[in-house]
């Protein structure tokens, strides 16, 4: 079993930054894809971004060049460094594993507010 915990969530004013942090315990192993997705009111949860274990990062169109995700392997720890925040970019944010298992979790989703 895998726990993932979500911080840094809040409410900022757009053109701001947030960083959101993942830390995951339990039978998490080294090889594994971790990511970070969204879901605004109304609409489906959506992809932000992911990075496997070797680094390779993967991004949605709508936050590259303004949202990057970098981890710790040693502390099983994903962060979401989100910048030039817009409105569009209010939702909930959970942080995702997916091990090479085939096992995915969730986090319980962190709140990110931008207002306009």
């Known amino acids: 079993q895998v726990q993932l915990v979500e911080s840094g969530g809040g409410l900022v004013q757009a053109g701001g930054s947030l960083r959101l942090s993942c830390a995951a315990s339990?039978?998490?192993?080294?090889?594994?894809?971790m990511g970070w997705y969204r879901q605004a009111p109304g609409k489906q949860r959506e992809l932000v971004a992911t990075?496997?274990?070797?680094?390779?990062?993967n991004y949605a169109d709508s936050v590259k060049g303004r949202f990057t995700i970098a981890r710790d392997n040693a502390k099983n720890t994903v962060f979401l460094q989100m910048n030039s925040l817009k409105p569009e970019d209010t939702a909930v944010y959970y942080c995702?594993?997916?091990?090479?298992?085939?096992?995915?979790?969730w986090g319980q989703g962190t709140q990110v507010t931008v207002s306009s």
């Open positions: 995702n594993a997916a091990l090479d298992s085939g096992k995915v979790f």
């Open positions: 339990g039978s998490i192993f080294s090889n594994n894809r």
């Open positions: 990075i496997t274990s070797s680094g390779r990062t």
